[in-house]
């Protein structure tokens, strides 16, 4: 798997700018989703993608900028790593 997935890039192509907590759902070839805020800066629109670095454990190359609707942008670009737990659930 960790082969499969390295060096995939994959653009961000929607916001989620009310969404506090995230459920797991099955896997979807769909771009992918951001959320940011920070202070009185809440995105509602977003450019840019993340480069898959290593699958096992999770690596992202991250940059993408943000821009909220009154025009203020962030910028957000690093590499992030995570931790994840498998859990085995049916998809609904």
Not at 36 to 63: C, E, H, K, Q, Y
Request: charged letters at 20%; proline letters at 3%; one cysteine or more.
């Amino acid at each position: 798997m960790n082969r499969k997935w390295r060096g995939r890039v994959v653009s961000f192509a929607r916001v989620h700018s009310s969404r506090k907590t995230w459920n797991s759902r099955c896997p979807q070839a769909s771009p992918a989703a951001i959320s940011v805020r920070a202070d009185n800066f809440t995105a509602t629109s977003a450019t840019g993608s993340m480069t898959v670095l290593n699958a096992a454990p999770l690596r992202l190359r991250i940059d993408v900028t943000t821009s909220s609707s009154s025009g203020e942008t962030m910028r957000i670009a690093g590499d992030a790593g995570f931790t994840y737990q498998k859990v085995d659930a049916n998809c609904t």
